[in-house]
């Protein structure tokens, strides 16, 4: 029988304890046991999450305070540095993880053992925790490669190819080799695109992501997310020009000649500031939508 790996579960925290509890319970629940979950808090200003855990009482749970707030991008680079197991999982504080994800994930690693990234089927909810599909959401559906329940497997080039067309991968439902990831890191200077940017450079490397399709995580969408809030100002799509040339640089030098090509186009990118536009324009926010549609258009 072949020797199942273990997996930390690392959650980045600042929030209110009540948001990232539900979190935390669903790792709880689930029907692997064997798991760690080091939550990194980030100095945020209550220590209700610690009194929490430590009442808890279980060992598997491990808490550790920055001493200061040294904000995402740095607690990401912090949260990797507290990985011990082969395989980690960075858990955002108000996603759910369904009782069988560490069960099914863990299923295709064993399958795949020469896999760098595995990433399952994922329903997005919103801020209550319904279903919701928004028009982001229904773009990476559409683009996100189709694996069935055993799985397809894109290395090096056709990964990069797939993921610099639309980042359809969700960052929180990811499992990662640790050894894989921590041979680049999180890049500090692109704070919206931290997972983007290592997928890439883990497909450079001729690195390997599993993509299924068994729904075993809950990825919470709403309009006071990072994601959404940087969308809406305009610092994603700005962020998102820069990083994509970039890459398609580097895809050039290395021959990726097609994956260049879709990275200077970048028409997902420039679609989605396109509609952030209009619907500012039609809530009489002019100046926002004239930078919005700038961006549209570089």
């Not at 209110?16 to 709880?28: D, F, G, M």
């Not at 960075?90 to 994800?101: E, I, T, V, W």
């Not at 983007?196 to 729904?215: E, Q």
């Amino acid at each position: 029988m072949k020797q199942v790996p273990s997996v930390d579960i690392v959650l980045p925290y600042y929030s209110p304890v009540e948001r990232a509890w539900p979190s935390i319970s669903s790792v709880l629940a689930q029907t692997r046991r064997d798991w760690r979950l080091v939550v990194v808090d980030d100095a945020y200003p209550e220590n209700g999450v610690r009194d929490r855990l430590h009442a808890l009482g279980d060992s598997r749970i491990h808490y550790t305070r920055n001493e200061r707030n040294i904000g995402l991008a740095r607690n990401f680079n912090r949260c990797l540095e507290m990985v011990e197991a082969p395989y980690f999982v960075m858990l955002g504080d108000d996603d759910l993880m369904h009782p069988r994800y560490l069960e099914s994930v863990l299923e295709r690693i064993t399958a795949h053992p020469d896999a760098d990234i595995v990433q399952p089927g994922v329903r997005v909810i919103d801020g209550s925790g319904a279903p919701a599909l928004p028009m982001a959401d229904r773009i990476k559906s559409m683009l996100r490669p189709r694996g069935g329940l055993e799985g397809i497997a894109l290395t090096g080039e056709a990964l990069a190819e797939s993921l610099i067309r639309a980042d359809w991968a969700y960052f929180p439902s990811l499992v990662w080799r640790t050894g894989s990831a921590r041979a680049h890191g999180f890049r500090e200077e692109y704070e919206v695109a931290l997972d983007y940017g290592l997928l890439l450079d883990i497909a450079l490397d001729g690195g390997t992501m599993i993509v299924y399709d068994d729904i075993v995580f809950d990825y919470r969408r709403h309009r006071a997310s990072a994601s959404s809030t940087t969308a809406a100002s305009g610092l994603r799509f700005a962020q998102e020009r820069a990083f994509a040339l970039e890459y398609a640089e580097k895809f050039a030098r290395r021959g990726w000649s097609r994956a260049a090509r879709i990275g200077r186009r970048r028409l997902i990118s420039r679609a989605h500031a396109a509609s952030e536009a209009a619907a500012a324009l039609l809530g009489g926010e002019v100046r926002r939508a004239m930078t919005l549609a700038g961006l549209a258009i570089r």
